[in-house]
Structures are given as structure tokens and as C-alpha cells.
């Protein structure tokens, strides 16, 4: 096909796709050139913009590496990863509600024993997490693999520490014991903004948007038999939960964060300040 | 706003652009936003597929270099940009047409005078190319700066070869005369397949397409009171004429390669091989 404008051109694309044997890729790259020229056309998107949309894919594209995910911070911040996580886990009532994963999690995770602190040396006030994980019969779930991962009390994840090389913290696998229980202690998540140093930064700035997430500790569980939960526990109060940068925050997932004075914390020790501790249910659905 | 689900969710991402101070920018990023909803709604798209485009995207990033632009590359193949160039160049009749860009253009070019061979040792047949660049009323285009790139007789871009290093060839900045002429040898192009060693070249072995171009001249015509204009010189006949993979061809852009056996070339050289000369009018449309 010769000589193709801008009122034929989706048609020539689309007829391009004939030969794909793969049904679902088909329909899927199909549909992304119908929406991508809908949304070219409607606007009338200029060259100088065009190229400046591809210059802003390429940063975001070279601002990835291994522990750096610029790709998934531009589909949060865009509703999309809320979008697919809505679209794809509406479990029955009484399940615990999924969000969204966040660029963060790593799929290597030191692992830890119930009880450990996970926190290491990340700053922060102490927190002393009771999980218990049961299904929607109210049986526990025994064995179910706990991915935990967090910022800290500057907001940081110990990814975006260069100072701390391979070192890991706040940041952990665990296992449910037999009863479906798990204990951690670890520091108080505190709002944090998302990474404002790449393009989705310079996007929020240039939106007028602020980068800011309420206060939340990051859970993936996998077990046997269950759906895989990707959630988060947010803390309140807190001054984002209305206004989440990546439109994540559920007031089913607002746990609550529990303040003692100085003394005798859960695990036995002796604590000279404050400390907090979270008792969470959380239920899966089945797979 | 919590608990936004898949229904509500664009609204709420819409209103989170509210306080954007630059209109366009607003206008640009709603659309965006509305649009790559409703592909995702319309598919129903799973969290691997997501996964999965992301890291296609974070993968086409990674292999954008000075000299390698995949995110062009796949703008091109599924014809975002014919039809952004397309939207943005309709010229009045009697004026050259505009075609895509492409993603192997380089800012720095070797500067050459007319009459040069900017071939340099690429293989090929010789070309001789007799450019005259007039405006719409048939006045010469004295002093345009005329870009021209090319592939070679192996199909490759002098960019896509790693042993030349910062070694150009086949590839000029040149200006035309005080009559509007620009004349130059160089090497008679031929099809090539774009490059399918990455992110973009997968999709197209994914999606059942070939990934050739027709044999062409790029060229970027910048002149002080007239429109730039970029777009290629096609070659016929070409088995991919009617399936670039690119979607650039027009028929108003295939230009004459005449054939002449061994003997003396039009810059008076004597050639002991057959050869090719191409006379080629190019009328710029005003600014």
C-alpha cells in the first residue's frame, strides 16, 4: 500500500497484523495502534512533540537498571498499574484487597526466620508486625511465602542507598508457620515521594502533581492453592492517603499502627523509646 | 480519593492533572491517560501481559544509543510516524512530499561540496545524483542545507557497523548553489530489512511481519523562508514498494535511477562498470 495518509494509515497498520499467528498478541497489538492513533489524532500531535515523547521513552527507558524500575513508576503514576490490578483481582468479599506492586520489590530477598528483625540498621522507630494469614474459611495458611519490603524513616528504600551496595534491609522473605503466623519486627514506613531524580519526576513537576505516598509496608504472598496477593498496609494517619501519587490506597488496607511507651516490647527486649506494633489478618482468596 | 476502582480510576488520575499550568501539556497528558485506559479496558489486559510490556519497553530503552533509536523504530513500525508526519505536512500540491524520519539520521553530518563522492568506500553501484531544489513558484533554493543518509549494498546504515567507528559514510551535509543545484556521487541504494536485533524486531518475527524496506535516499532540506522538509527518494522497481515496513512510500517519491553501461560518468570520470544517474526535482513548500 502506497501513498497512505493520516485517515488510512490505522486500516494499513491493522492489515499489517493479518499474518500474526498468536490470536491474543493480534488483538492486542491492534487494539494499542487504534487507541495510540486515536490518541495522535485527537490531540494533533505536533513533530517537535512527537519527538519529544520518544525522547522521554528513551530516558525513561536508560533510567532502568536491576534495582530501578522507571517503566513501572510511569504506570503507576499514570493509574495504570492500579488499572490492571483492579481489572485483575477482584477477589470475593472478604478477601484481602490487592494494590499495586510498586517499582521496588526485588525478586532476590534475604531470607529471614518469624521473629527476626528485618529492619537491620534502616532508621527508623521500631515496629513489631503480628501477620496472620488465613484463607476465606478461616483455615491458616501454613507455609505461604511472605515477601516484605519497605521504605524507612528518611523515606528510602535500601535500594536507592548507593551507600549500601548489595546490602539489603527492611526487606525480607519469610514463611508462615504451621498456624499461618508470621512475626517480624522492622522500623514505622513513613510518606515517602516517589523517585523524583528521572522523567516520571520531571513529568509530576511539570503536571503540577506531587510525588508523595502515605506511609505503607509493601506484601506479596505466594502459597499453595491461594491466589498470589500483592497488597500493602498503610498507616494512619497520614497526610497522602487521599492523594497517593500512584492512586493505591485502599481504607480496607489501613492497618492499625499501635504506639507504647518505653518498655518491654513484643519479643521480650527492653526498649528505651517508643515503639509500635501492627496486628494484621489478612486473607487470601483461593486460587 | 481511596478506594478507586477500574470504573472510576481515570477521572481520578484526569483530576490529579488539574493544577497542570501549561494547557497543552494538560490537554496532551488527559488524552494519554484516557486513551491508554480504554486500550487496557477494551483488552482486558493481564498483569503478565503488563509485565510484559513493560519490560518490552524498558528493553527498547536499553538499546537507544547516539546511533541506535529503537523507540523511532518502533514508532515506525506501527505507523505513528507516517501518520504524525503525515498530520503535519500537507503541503500544497505541487510540492515535494514529506515522509517518515526514520531512526538513523545523525545531528553531526560530514560537511561535503557539491559534485563530492559521499559514498566514501561503501559498496555499491556508483550513483550519480543531479538534485535542483526550487520553491513552489519555481524560484531556485540557493544556500539549502541538504542532509542526505543512506544504506549501502548490504543493506546497512555506516551507523549499524561497528568496525567503521566514528568513520561516516554515505551520508553528506551538503548546500545547494546559487541555481538551486546539488550534485553528488554516492552508492545506488537497496533494500534492507530494519533492524530486528532488538526489542522491535522481535515484534515483528512475533507478529508474523517482515521487517523490509524499499530502496531509498533519506534527505533533510532546511532553507531560510521555506518549510524543512524530510523525505526519501524511492527506487523502482522494488518488491517492497507496496509493504514498506515503515509505511513511508508515496508514488510522488519514486524518482528515476536510469542505468548507463561502462564508460565515462556524468563528472567525467571513466568507469569500467555499469552505473546509475538520478535527476531529481524537489519543490519546498513555503514556510
Given at each position: 500500500m502506497r501513498n497512505i495518509t493520516a485517515d488510512n494509515i490505522t486500516d494499513a497498520v491493522l492489515a499489517r497484523f493479518a499474518g500474526c499467528d498468536n490470536p491474543r498478541l493480534k488483538e492486542v497489538m491492534g487494539a494499542l495502534v487504534r487507541h495510540t492513533h486515536d490518541f495522535i489524532r485527537e490531540v494533533k500531535l505536533t513533530e517537535a512533540e512527537w519527538l519529544a515523547g520518544i525522547q522521554f521513552l528513551t530516558q525513561t527507558g536508560l533510567k532502568c537498571t536491576g534495582q530501578r524500575q522507571e517503566f513501572i513508576l510511569l504506570s503507576d503514576t499514570l493509574g495504570v498499574s492500579m488499572l490492571v490490578t483492579a481489572m485483575n483481582n477482584q477477589y470475593p468479599a472478604g478477601a484481602t484487597e490487592a494494590t499495586v506492586f510498586g517499582p521496588f520489590h526485588t525478586e532476590v530477598m534475604p531470607l529471614a526466620e518469624s521473629g527476626a528483625d528485618i529492619g537491620g540498621d534502616a532508621p527508623g522507630e521500631p515496629l513489631f508486625v503480628n501477620a496472620q494469614i488465613n484463607g476465606l474459611g478461616g483455615e491458616p495458611v501454613a507455609n505461604a511465602e511472605v515477601d516484605i519490603?519497605?521504605?524507612?524513616?528518611?523515606?528510602?528504600?535500601?535500594?536507592?542507598?548507593?551507600?549500601?551496595?548489595?546490602?539489603?534491609?527492611?526487606?525480607?522473605?519469610?514463611?508462615?508457620?504451621?498456624?499461618?503466623n508470621l512475626k517480624f519486627r522492622t522500623v514505622v514506613p513513613t510518606p515517602y515521594p516517589v523517585p523524583t531524580d528521572g522523567p516520571v519526576g520531571a513529568m509530576l513537576?511539570?503536571?503540577?502533581?506531587?510525588?508523595?505516598?502515605?506511609?505503607?509496608?509493601?506484601?506479596?504472598?505466594?502459597?499453595?492453592?491461594?491466589?498470589?496477593?500483592?497488597?500493602?498496609?498503610?498507616?494512619?494517619?497520614?497526610?497522602?492517603?487521599?492523594?497517593?501519587?500512584?492512586?493505591?490506597?485502599r481504607s480496607s488496607l489501613i492497618g492499625e499502627f499501635v504506639e507504647h511507651p518505653a518498655g518491654t516490647a513484643p519479643d521480650g527486649s527492653r526498649l528505651e523509646r517508643r515503639h509500635f506494633t501492627l496486628d494484621q489478618q489478612v486473607v487470601l482468596a483461593p486460587a
Open positions: 519490603w519497605q521504605a524507612d524513616d528518611d523515606g528510602l528504600y535500601d535500594v536507592q542507598r548507593p551507600e549500601l551496595g548489595d546490602t539489603r534491609r527492611a526487606r525480607a522473605r519469610m514463611h508462615t508457620d504451621a498456624q499461618g513537576v511539570a503536571t503540577g502533581r506531587h510525588p508523595w505516598r502515605p506511609a505503607h509496608l509493601h506484601f506479596r504472598i505466594r502459597a499453595q492453592g491461594y491466589s498470589t496477593l500483592i497488597t500493602h498496609i498503610f498507616r494512619a494517619p497520614d497526610p497522602y492517603l487521599d492523594s497517593d501519587a500512584v492512586f493505591g490506597v
